[in-house]
Protein backbone atom coordinates (compact mmCIF):
# COMPACT_ATOMS: atom_id res chain seq x y z
CA UNK A 1 0.00 0.00 0.00
CA UNK A 2 1.78 3.85 -0.84
CA UNK A 3 1.72 6.08 1.93
CA UNK A 4 1.69 9.83 2.15
CA UNK A 5 3.38 11.39 5.21
CA UNK A 6 3.12 15.20 5.96
CA UNK A 7 4.59 15.62 9.51
CA UNK A 8 3.88 19.21 9.92
CA UNK A 9 0.28 19.58 11.49
CA UNK A 10 0.45 22.99 11.19
CA UNK A 11 3.15 26.17 9.78
CA UNK A 12 2.89 29.64 10.20
CA UNK A 13 4.55 32.19 8.06
CA UNK A 14 4.59 35.77 7.73
CA UNK A 15 3.77 37.44 4.65
CA UNK A 16 6.52 37.79 2.34
CA UNK A 17 8.64 34.95 3.21
CA UNK A 18 9.00 32.12 2.15
CA UNK A 19 8.00 28.49 3.50
CA UNK A 20 8.08 24.96 3.20
CA UNK A 21 5.61 22.34 3.46
CA UNK A 22 7.30 18.20 4.12
CA UNK A 23 5.96 15.25 2.20
CA UNK A 24 7.19 11.90 2.59
CA UNK A 25 5.67 8.45 0.42
CA UNK A 26 6.35 4.84 0.55
CA UNK A 27 5.37 3.41 -2.86
CA UNK A 28 7.28 0.23 -4.59
CA UNK A 29 6.39 1.53 -7.98
CA UNK A 30 8.50 3.34 -10.48
CA UNK A 31 5.82 5.41 -12.53
CA UNK A 32 3.63 7.38 -10.64
CA UNK A 33 2.45 11.50 -10.35
CA UNK A 34 2.45 13.52 -7.22
CA UNK A 35 0.64 16.35 -6.43
CA UNK A 36 -0.06 19.35 -3.97
CA UNK A 37 -3.73 20.27 -3.15
CA UNK A 38 -4.91 23.67 -1.37
CA UNK A 39 -8.09 23.62 0.31
CA UNK A 40 -8.94 27.08 1.60
CA UNK A 41 -11.67 27.75 4.28
CA UNK A 42 -13.91 27.44 1.46
CA UNK A 43 -13.35 24.05 1.24
CA UNK A 44 -12.47 23.90 -2.83
CA UNK A 45 -9.57 21.44 -3.65
CA UNK A 46 -7.23 23.39 -6.07
CA UNK A 47 -4.59 21.35 -7.36
CA UNK A 48 -0.99 23.87 -7.27
CA UNK A 49 1.38 21.78 -8.63
CA UNK A 50 2.06 17.94 -10.06
CA UNK A 51 5.52 15.82 -10.84
CA UNK A 52 5.70 12.97 -12.63
CA UNK A 53 8.08 10.71 -11.20
CA UNK A 54 10.05 10.19 -14.22
CA UNK A 55 10.77 13.65 -14.48
CA UNK A 56 14.14 14.95 -12.89
CA UNK A 57 13.24 18.40 -13.47
CA UNK A 58 11.82 20.14 -10.19
CA UNK A 59 8.01 21.26 -11.04
CA UNK A 60 7.26 24.96 -11.05
CA UNK A 61 3.88 27.49 -10.76
CA UNK A 62 4.59 30.99 -10.46
CA UNK A 63 5.59 30.98 -6.50
CA UNK A 64 5.51 27.14 -5.57
CA UNK A 65 7.58 24.89 -6.35
CA UNK A 66 8.38 21.47 -5.38
CA UNK A 67 12.01 20.11 -3.93
CA UNK A 68 11.41 16.21 -5.47
CA UNK A 69 13.80 13.72 -4.50
CA UNK A 70 13.06 10.13 -5.86
CA UNK A 71 15.99 8.11 -4.20
CA UNK A 72 14.98 9.79 -0.65
CA UNK A 73 10.36 9.38 -1.15
CA UNK A 74 10.57 13.27 -0.63
CA UNK A 75 8.15 15.95 -2.05
CA UNK A 76 8.05 18.86 -0.85
CA UNK A 77 6.43 22.47 -1.51
CA UNK A 78 7.87 25.95 -1.68
CA UNK A 79 5.76 28.89 -1.25
CA UNK A 80 7.66 31.92 -2.23
CA UNK A 81 6.77 35.37 -1.46
CA UNK A 82 4.32 34.16 1.00
CA UNK A 83 0.59 36.10 0.53
CA UNK A 84 -2.33 36.25 3.10
CA UNK A 85 -4.57 34.14 0.48
CA UNK A 86 -2.03 31.31 0.65
CA UNK A 87 -3.82 30.15 4.03
CA UNK A 88 -5.31 27.08 3.30
CA UNK A 89 -4.53 23.21 4.55
CA UNK A 90 -2.01 21.87 1.87
CA UNK A 91 -2.64 18.36 1.09
CA UNK A 92 0.22 16.01 -0.47
CA UNK A 93 -1.20 13.51 -2.81
CA UNK A 94 0.13 10.22 -4.93
CA UNK A 95 -1.30 8.35 -7.53
CA UNK A 96 0.03 5.62 -9.54
CA UNK A 97 -2.78 4.10 -10.68
CA UNK A 98 -5.96 5.83 -10.56
CA UNK A 99 -6.82 7.07 -6.90
CA UNK A 100 -5.10 9.61 -5.19
CA UNK A 101 -3.51 8.51 -1.84
CA UNK A 102 -3.43 11.99 0.36
CA UNK A 103 -1.21 12.73 3.06
CA UNK A 104 -3.03 13.98 6.40
CA UNK A 105 -2.51 17.86 5.59
CA UNK A 106 -0.49 20.56 6.77
CA UNK A 107 -2.34 23.78 7.87
CA UNK A 108 -0.50 26.77 6.68
CA UNK A 109 -1.20 30.10 8.01
CA UNK A 110 -0.16 33.29 6.30
CA UNK A 111 0.23 36.22 9.03
CA UNK A 112 0.47 40.27 8.20
CA UNK B 1 -16.53 24.93 -18.31
CA UNK B 2 -18.03 25.03 -15.06
CA UNK B 3 -16.13 22.44 -13.25
CA UNK B 4 -17.46 19.69 -11.43
CA UNK B 5 -20.91 20.69 -10.01
CA UNK B 6 -22.03 19.05 -6.58
CA UNK B 7 -25.23 19.34 -5.42
CA UNK B 8 -26.46 20.06 -2.73
CA UNK B 9 -23.29 22.34 -0.87
CA UNK B 10 -25.10 21.21 2.89
CA UNK B 11 -27.19 18.94 3.92
CA UNK B 12 -28.92 18.31 7.57
CA UNK B 13 -30.76 15.26 7.63
CA UNK B 14 -32.13 13.49 10.51
CA UNK B 15 -30.56 9.83 11.37
CA UNK B 16 -32.33 6.72 9.51
CA UNK B 17 -33.51 9.24 6.91
CA UNK B 18 -31.93 8.55 3.05
CA UNK B 19 -29.35 10.94 1.51
CA UNK B 20 -28.24 11.50 -1.70
CA UNK B 21 -25.84 13.37 -3.09
CA UNK B 22 -25.26 14.49 -6.76
CA UNK B 23 -22.43 15.41 -8.95
CA UNK B 24 -21.76 16.72 -12.28
CA UNK B 25 -18.26 15.83 -13.99
CA UNK B 26 -16.37 17.54 -16.71
CA UNK B 27 -17.97 16.81 -20.14
CA UNK B 28 -14.83 14.69 -21.67
CA UNK B 29 -13.30 13.70 -18.02
CA UNK B 30 -14.23 9.63 -18.35
CA UNK B 31 -12.90 8.60 -14.71
CA UNK B 32 -15.26 9.65 -11.65
CA UNK B 33 -14.27 9.16 -7.95
CA UNK B 34 -16.14 10.13 -4.95
CA UNK B 35 -14.48 10.66 -1.59
CA UNK B 36 -14.82 11.78 2.24
CA UNK B 37 -13.29 13.74 4.28
CA UNK B 38 -13.19 13.81 7.87
CA UNK B 39 -11.23 15.16 10.90
CA UNK B 40 -10.04 11.56 11.68
CA UNK B 41 -10.10 9.70 8.43
CA UNK B 42 -8.79 12.61 6.34
CA UNK B 43 -9.87 12.11 2.72
CA UNK B 44 -10.70 8.45 1.61
CA UNK B 45 -11.88 7.26 -1.83
CA UNK B 46 -15.06 5.58 -1.38
CA UNK B 47 -15.50 4.53 -5.13
CA UNK B 48 -14.12 5.21 -8.79
CA UNK B 49 -15.85 4.75 -12.10
CA UNK B 50 -14.20 4.72 -15.19
CA UNK B 51 -16.48 5.00 -18.54
CA UNK B 52 -19.62 5.18 -16.02
CA UNK B 53 -18.55 1.72 -14.62
CA UNK B 54 -17.60 1.31 -10.73
CA UNK B 55 -14.16 -0.45 -10.96
CA UNK B 56 -13.23 -0.38 -7.28
CA UNK B 57 -15.92 0.12 -4.55
CA UNK B 58 -13.48 -1.10 -1.84
CA UNK B 59 -13.77 2.33 0.14
CA UNK B 60 -17.41 2.31 0.31
CA UNK B 61 -17.64 1.92 4.12
CA UNK B 62 -20.90 -0.30 3.96
CA UNK B 63 -23.90 -1.47 2.49
CA UNK B 64 -25.85 1.41 3.47
CA UNK B 65 -23.95 3.50 1.08
CA UNK B 66 -24.44 3.26 -2.88
CA UNK B 67 -23.53 4.87 -5.94
CA UNK B 68 -24.34 5.07 -9.53
CA UNK B 69 -23.34 6.46 -12.54
CA UNK B 70 -26.48 6.15 -15.18
CA UNK B 71 -24.50 8.07 -17.91
CA UNK B 72 -21.32 10.06 -18.51
CA UNK B 73 -22.59 13.31 -17.17
CA UNK B 74 -24.32 12.37 -13.78
CA UNK B 75 -23.41 10.46 -10.69
CA UNK B 76 -25.45 9.87 -7.10
CA UNK B 77 -24.21 8.43 -3.86
CA UNK B 78 -26.82 7.82 -1.86
CA UNK B 79 -26.71 6.50 2.22
CA UNK B 80 -29.48 4.84 3.37
CA UNK B 81 -30.47 4.66 6.70
CA UNK B 82 -27.82 7.86 7.23
CA UNK B 83 -26.53 7.98 10.88
CA UNK B 84 -24.78 10.26 12.59
CA UNK B 85 -20.84 9.16 12.53
CA UNK B 86 -21.89 9.49 8.42
CA UNK B 87 -21.26 13.16 9.20
CA UNK B 88 -18.07 14.43 6.46
CA UNK B 89 -17.86 16.24 3.41
CA UNK B 90 -18.18 14.50 0.51
CA UNK B 91 -15.89 15.57 -2.66
CA UNK B 92 -16.74 14.15 -6.40
CA UNK B 93 -14.02 14.52 -8.57
CA UNK B 94 -13.48 13.80 -12.44
CA UNK B 95 -10.37 13.54 -14.16
CA UNK B 96 -9.98 12.51 -18.35
CA UNK B 97 -6.64 10.33 -17.41
CA UNK B 98 -4.82 9.15 -14.28
CA UNK B 99 -3.70 12.57 -13.31
CA UNK B 100 -5.47 16.26 -13.52
CA UNK B 101 -8.47 15.14 -11.25
CA UNK B 102 -10.89 17.98 -10.78
CA UNK B 103 -12.70 18.40 -7.73
CA UNK B 104 -16.16 20.07 -6.77
CA UNK B 105 -17.12 21.80 -4.35
CA UNK B 106 -18.16 19.39 -2.04
CA UNK B 107 -21.34 18.64 -0.13
CA UNK B 108 -20.93 18.85 4.04
CA UNK B 109 -23.13 16.36 5.22
CA UNK B 110 -24.70 16.63 8.92
CA UNK B 111 -26.68 13.89 10.06
CA UNK B 112 -28.03 14.67 13.41
Known amino acids: AQTVTQSQPEMSVQEAETVTLSCTYDTSESNYYLFWYKQPPSRQMILVIRQEAYKQQNATENRFSVNFQKAAKSFSLKISDSQLGDTAMYFC?????????FGKGTSLLVTP | DAGVIQSPRHEVTEMGQEVTLRCKPISGHNSLFWYRQTMMRGLELLIYFNNNVPIDDSGMPEDRFSAKMPNASFSTLKIQPSEPRDSAVYFC??????????FGSGTRLTVV
Open chain 2, 93 to 102: ASSPLSYGYT
Open chain 1, 93 to 101: AFNSGYALN
